[in-house]
């Protein structure tokens, strides 16, 4: 069974970067697919970014399109999100899930990923 651990959270500026990880445990890990998912507080958990196991396919909402980046480095067995371009509404908590299969019927919808990190925060000060 895959274990997921997010890191790379913290506090930037308007503008800013910052890259999240999301180490996994498991051999299996580069065939399953991965999301990213971002809580705010008072709102619903929402999809920001996912990738298919090889890295070649990638999917990102419309609020993070242009600005976030997903990458994998499977020989790591590490999911990336580079966050640029950061804005005070992109302040959550975020979340890396995965599942096994290759492509989910509804990649933004959480209830397809059977496996989730503890979730790393992020804050975005004006």
């Known amino acids: 069974q895959v274990q997921l651990v997010e890191s790379g959270g913290g506090l930037a500026q308007a503008g800013g970067s910052l890259r999240l990880s999301c180490a996994a445990s498991?051999?299996?890990?580069?065939?399953?697919?991965v999301g990213w998912f971002r809580q705010a507080p008072g709102k619903e958990r929402e999809f920001v970014a996912g990738?298919?196991?090889?890295?070649?396919?990638?999917y990102y909402s419309d609020s993070v399109k242009g600005r976030f980046t997903i990458s994998r480095d499977n020989a790591k067995n590490t999911v990336y999100l580079q966050m640029n371009s950061l804005k005070p509404e992109d302040t959550a908590v975020y979340y890396c899930?995965?599942?096994?299969?290759?492509?989910?019927?509804?990649?933004?919808?959480?209830?397809?990923?059977?496996?989730w990190g503890q979730g790393t925060q992020v804050t975005v000060s004006s």
């Open positions: 899930a995965a599942t096994r299969r290759a492509l989910p019927s509804n990649y933004a919808n959480s209830s397809e990923y059977g496996t």
């Open positions: 990738v298919i196991w090889s890295g070649s396919i990638t």
């Open positions: 498991g051999r299996t890990f580069n065939s399953y697919y």
